[in-house]
């Protein structure tokens, strides 16, 4: 049941790019590097490119808007397409579509983006795609579609990969609004694949030198590279991403101020040192490196997933985006998130119920926010249709992570049990 909305119309994101202007390749490179100017120093190292000339398939990581502006340098003076989710079209779609943007909503299946991608490489230009489809909540590579090996091998062109490093450090997904001060930025652009090895090569094969190209880890390269962050403030917000104490196991209940996070259940308190490592104020320091207790809180989620002991049912506020120039208040909803049926989003708006439904086999990941710039800066998911897009505000508090993590394992659970009966019935 879709929603009753006066206004029926929807973004059309099934139209095709128009070829970017050389004048708006030349502005956007001038505005990137001005609006560089005034950020932390940079460096862009190309690797591999040598007589590399469009058309190729650019793919980069993704921690912060400043990714576009390194991006539009380091692509001068080619035209360069980028795929964009719908949010990025916010009170902007004619800027967007004379950049030649490809419109897309997070985590859909859309198969005219496949016909617009393949548009672009034939006209002899760069496609730049962001495949992780979201800043990296914890300065690692979030899961790759295993899709991106099918659509490379259709293509039939070059893939080159671009890693960002610092941009999180420098800005982290969760706290952005306060940037860090002397966190260096190095971006290395890399041809990994040729056109002969894209045409050689199985799509396990493309899949597998996609994911080693755009591994990374941010807290390891700045104690690699001892970049010390001494600000006062650096560990507010961690706890958006550190949610569950490995203490006590208590969830929701972290919380963090100045360079301190801790556990308001059992009172446990950790550091975050100028080199981004944690250490316990007393007692044994569970996890030193944030990554590993990020995955450990993976762990603990599919492991409720597994026993049959993970639900998530909570009240809603929700604002939707079916156009670009206005988010449209829904106002009380209720979202539930089930392993069985996925996401279930229920409403009413205009007099009639309506109710969307995402199921887990469909979305690989799910589009986050903890301090979402355009509407109210508090945390909210974003549920998306083909047609629509839901940002929904939970009543709990510092929820969205774990519903982020169970996304993801309810996909891999998903794909792990088709393989298994793929695998009986050939075996």
């Known amino acids: 049941m879709e929603v009753n909305y006066k206004n029926k119309k929807y973004y059309n994101t099934a139209k095709y790019p128009i070829r970017q202007p050389k004048i708006m390749t030349f502005l956007l490179y001038l505005v990137s590097k001005i609006a560089l100017m005034f950020g932390p120093k940079y460096k862009i190292e190309k690797i591999n490119m040598e007589g590399l000339k469009p058309p190729y398939i650019l793919l980069s990581n993704h921690m912060y808007f400043i990714?576009?502006?390194?991006?539009?340098?380091?692509?001068?003076?080619?035209?360069?397409?980028?795929?964009?989710?719908?949010?990025?079209?916010y009170r902007r779609p004619w800027l967007m579509e004379l950049l030649g943007c490809i419109c897309k909503r997070k985590f859909t299946t859309d198969l005219h983006l496949i016909k617009s991608i393949k548009r672009v490489l034939q006209k002899g230009d760069v496609l730049c795609m962001y495949p992780e489809a979201r800043y990296s909540p914890c300065g690692t590579t979030a899961i790759l579609p295993d899709s991106l090996g099918k659509l490379i091998k259709s293509c039939k062109v070059p893939v080159v990969v671009t890693i960002h490093h610092g941009n999180y450090l420098y800005t982290p997904f969760w706290n952005y609004r306060k940037p860090r001060k002397n966190v260096p930025?190095?971006?290395?652009?890399?041809?990994?694949?040729?056109?002969?090895?894209?045409?050689?090569?199985?799509?396990?094969?493309?899949?597998?030198?996609?994911?080693?190209?755009?591994?990374?880890?941010?807290?390891?390269?700045?104690?690699?590279?001892?970049?010390?962050?001494?600000?006062?403030?650096?560990?507010e917000g961690l706890h958006k991403i550190l949610y569950q104490c490995p203490a006590c196991g208590t969830e929701h209940e972290m919380a963090s101020e100045g360079t301190k996070l801790f556990c308001k259940s059992c009172g446990k308190v950790w550091e975050m040192t100028e080199?981004?490592?944690?250490?316990?104020?007393?007692?044994?320091?569970?996890?030193?490196?944030?990554?590993?207790?990020?995955?450990?809180?993976?762990?603990q989620v599919r492991t409720q997933i597994e026993r049959g002991e993970y639900c998530f049912?909570?009240?809603?506020?929700?604002?939707?985006?079916?156009?670009?120039?206005?988010?449209?208040?829904l106002g009380a909803g209720k979202l539930v998130h089930d392993p069985r049926r996925g996401f279930i989003l229920t409403g009413e708006y205009n007099g009639k119920k309506y109710e969307i439904e995402r199921h887990p086999s469909?979305?690989?990941?799910?589009?986050?926010?903890?301090?979402?710039c355009y509407l109210r800066p508090e945390d909210c998911i974003d549920?998306?249709?083909?047609?629509?897009?839901?940002?929904?505000?939970?009543?709990?508090?510092?929820?969205v992570t774990k519903l982020s993590l169970a996304t993801e394992e309810l996909f891999k659970l998903h794909s792990e049990k088709i393989k298994n009966e793929k695998s009986t019935r050939n075996g």
Not at 187 to 194: D, E, H
Not at 313 to 329: A, G, I, Q, T
């Open 185 to 235: 930025l190095y971006t290395t652009v890399t041809k990994i694949l040729s056109a002969e090895d894209v045409a050689s090569k199985s799509v396990e094969e493309i899949n597998e030198a996609i994911k080693a190209a755009m591994e990374y880890d941010e807290y390891k390269w700045q104690k690699e590279h001892n970049i010390i962050i001494d600000q006062p403030f650096r560990a």
């Open 275 to 299: 080199l981004g490592e944690l250490k316990a104020e007393k007692g044994v320091t569970e996890f030193s490196h944030i990554p590993d207790w990020y995955e450990w809180e993976r762990a």
């Open 383 to 399: 549920i998306s249709t083909d047609k629509d897009s839901f940002y929904c505000y939970p009543v709990k508090q510092n929820v």
């Open 313 to 329: 049912e909570d009240e809603v506020e929700v604002y939707s985006l079916p156009r670009c120039m206005k988010f449209e208040k």
């Open 362 to 372: 469909g979305m690989y990941g799910v589009h986050i926010e903890y301090d979402y």
């Open 67 to 89: 990714d576009f502006e390194l991006s539009a340098v380091a692509t001068f003076p080619h035209r360069v397409n980028n795929v964009a989710t719908i949010d990025g079209y």
